[in-house]
C-alpha cells in the first residue's frame, strides 16, 4: 500500500475480501476490483470534506460498491469530528436513506 493511505474498512463480494482505502494525499476514498476501480473523492478545508463525486466502473455496479464506499467516508469523517457537504447526488442519497450519518452534514 501506498504511504499516505489506510485501510477504512473491507467489502466481500462472492467470497473476496476487498480493502475499502483512503488516498489522503490524493482526497480520494477506493476500492479495486479485478483492475477496476470504484472511486469517492472529495475535496478538504476546515474540518470538512466536500465529497463531489462517485465513480463505479459500469460491469461492476449494482454490488453495494458505492455504497459500502461512502460508508467507509462518512465513518472516517465522523472518526475526525469533519462535517461533511454532499454535493454528489449519490452522497446526498446515501445521506437521505442513512439518517444515521445525518449529523455530519
Avoid at 4 to 24: C, F, P, R, S, T
Avoid at 42 to 53: P, Q, V
Avoid at 73 to 89: M, T
Wanted: with cysteine; glycine share 8%; hydrophobic share 40%.
Amino acid at each position: 500500500m501506498a504511504e499516505g493511505n489506510m485501510v477504512l474498512g473491507k467489502l466481500n463480494l462472492a467470497g473476496i475480501e476487498y480493502d475499502i482505502i483512503l488516498n489522503e494525499d490524493q482526497h480520494y476514498v477506493s476500492i479495486t476490483i479485478d483492475g477496476r476501480e470504484a472511486r469517492l473523492s472529495f475535496s478538504e478545508k476546515d474540518g470538512r470534506w466536500l465529497m463531489y463525486r462517485t465513480f463505479t466502473p459500469p460491469e461492476l455496479r449494482g454490488n453495494g460498491i458505492a455504497a459500502a464506499i461512502t460508508k467507509a467516508a462518512l465513518k472516517e469523517a465522523r472518526r475526525r469530528g469533519y462535517k461533511v457537504i454532499p454535493s454528489c447526488s449519490y452522497v446526498h442519497l446515501y445521506l437521505e436513506q442513512n439518517p444515521e450519518f445525518k449529523s455530519l452534514i
